[in-house]
């Protein structure tokens, strides 16, 4: 069924999303959606940019919160594309601050 198909998807997402525990959040996400698997940092940009890789319904909730923020962000805009899956990562992480 192609609705079960693993997809991975790049993010990268606008607005107040640094010192606010947005990364957190993500990777909070992540978890309570179950089986999303990725990273998210901080960039140099003053956005948060981050991959997930999951079933497609699964990813379109991981949209959805990334759309909708943290108690204490303000995203003004959630740019994505789609990329190819990869098949050796097992769990979604935090990485340090891109410089």
Do not use: C
């Amino acid at each position: 069924m192609e609705s079960n198909k693993i997809k991975r998807i790049y993010f990268e997402v606008h607005g107040k999303v640094q010192g606010v525990g947005f990364r957190r959040f993500v990777w909070r996400s992540s978890a309570e959606i179950g089986n999303v698997t990725g990273w998210v940092m901080n960039t140099e940009h003053n956005t948060v940019k981050g991959e997930a890789q999951s079933e497609l319904e699964h990813l379109e909730k991981v949209l959805k919160r990334l759309n909708k923020g943290s108690t204490y962000s303000t995203v003004s805009k959630v740019e994505y594309i789609f990329i190819d899956p990869i098949t050796d990562e097992s769990q979604f992480t935090i990485r340090k601050t891109q410089k």
